[in-house]
Nanobody, 124 residues
Framework: QVQLVESGGGLVQAGGSLTLSCAAS????????MGWYRQAPGKQRELVAS???????NYADSVKGRFTVSSDNAKNTVYLQMNSLKPEDTAVYYC??????????????????WGQGTQVTVSS
């Protein structure tokens, strides 16, 4: 099994910064991509940022220029540096990973895993 452990959430004032981290552990062959989604109350979960094992990044338009996603492949960890935070950034942030693992028959399987979420609250 694979577990994603998130940390770094909290309460900040508008204009402040916060860094989230997510570490994957377990039966991992390789992680093809990791990313962050967020879900505000009453809204659907949306992609915030993602990064592939090759370093290719993708951002939601609403966070471009403010958020930076990075990864440490050796540690199976992804980070989200959030700057110039706005009240509309308030949400539960979920880590996501596309993980390749070994099957019982020694094959490979790619599965999506999710963290439990970490609350980010931006006050004005």
């Amino acid at each position: 099994q694979v577990q994603l452990v998130e940390s770094g959430g909290g309460l900040v004032q508008a204009g402040g910064s916060l860094t989230l981290s997510c570490a994957a552990s377990g039966s991992i062959v390789i992680i093809n991509a990791m990313g962050w989604y967020r879900q505000a109350p009453g809204k659907q979960r949306e992609l915030v940022a993602s990064i592939s094992s090759r370093g290719l990044t993708n951002y939601a338009d609403s966070v471009k220029g403010r958020f930076t996603v990075s990864s440490d492949n050796a540690k199976n960890t992804v980070y989200l540096q959030m700057n110039s935070l706005k009240p509309e950034d308030t949400a539960v942030y979920y880590c996501n990973a596309a993980v390749v693992s070994r099957t019982a028959s020694n094959g490979q399987r790619t599965s999506l895993y999710w963290g439990q979420g970490t609350q980010v609250t931006v006050s004005s």
